[in-house]
T-cell receptor
Framework: AQSVTQLDSQVPVFEEAPVELRCNYSSSVSVYLFWYVQYPNQGLQLLLK??????LVKGINGFEAEFNKSQTSFHLRKPSVHISDTAEYFC?????????????FGPGTRLSVLP | ETGVTQSPTHLIKTRGQQVTLRCSSQ?????VSWYQQALGQGPQFIFQYYREEENGRGNFPPRFSGLQFPNYSSELNVNALELDDSALYLCASSLPGRPNNEQFFGPGTRLTVL
């Protein structure tokens, strides 16, 4: 089975400051990794994903994440946040084989960008 | 290309009642997954439907059931509602046989059980 840990339930940060949202996972098989964002009263929107290749992945809205296999981490970063980045962020994994059909999500990190 | 739509947006039920939630998949996608997102938690996988058959299930009791129709739309049915069933229910559609593909999520149905 897979599990995902997001160490910070809430992250407040001032506008234009950098931010890192942490994600660690556990799995006995290879997984693909994802970050989703959820704005208030909306569904989930894909920010970025890691399937293979370069461990540094760039996504939408200026976000990027780095896959670290030895530390089983996939931390999300943005060098300068905006008020509009205020949202809930979910890290997720899915098995990287034919048995992987559903995401396993972390509990989420609420990013609050302060003026 | 249309997105994933869900209805209704909000729903209030009382304990013991039954509820049906609906999802229309994105055009061309014939796999539909349902997730339950309780307040303050990440989404939890309920089940997946592919070509009108259940194709995997999470740790949810049998009172959670589903259907998928020939046009790939889907229903989630919950019987004997409990207070803990209060949550946002998300539907996601994806291309068949490619679990690593992007799943497109709908806006969700917020169910409140009183």
């Amino acid at each position: 089975a897979q599990s995902v840990t997001q160490l910070d339930s809430q992250v407040p940060v001032f506008e234009e400051a950098p931010v890192e949202l942490r994600c660690n996972y556990s799995s006995s098989v290879s997984v693909y990794l994802f970050w989703y964002v959820q704005y208030p009263n909306q569904g989930l929107q894909l920010l970025l994903k890691y399937l293979s290749g370069s461990t540094l992945v760039k996504g939408i809205n200026g976000f990027e994440a780095e896959f670290n296999k030895s530390q089983t981490s996939f931390h999300l970063r943005k060098p300068s946040v905006h008020i509009s980045d205020t949202a809930e962020y979910f890290c997720a994994v899915i098995r990287a084989d034919n048995y992987g059909q559903n995401f396993v999500f972390g509990p989420g990190t609420r990013l609050s960008v302060l003026p | 290309e249309t997105g994933v739509t869900q209805s209704p947006t909000h729903l209030i039920k009382t304990r013991g009642q039954q509820v049906t939630l609906r999802c229309s998949s994105q055009s061309g996608h014939n796999t539909v997954s349902w997730y339950q997102q309780a307040l303050g938690q990440g989404p939890q996988f309920i089940f997946q439907y592919y070509r009108e058959e259940e194709n995997g299930r999470g740790n949810f009791p049998p009172r959670f059931s589903g259907l998928q129709f020939p046009n790939y739309s889907s229903e989630l049915n919950v019987n004997a509602l409990e207070l803990d069933d209060s949550a946002l229910y998300l539907c996601a559609s994806s291309l068949p046989g490619r679990p690593n593909n992007e799943q497109f999520f709908g806006p969700g149905t917020r169910l409140t059980v009183l």
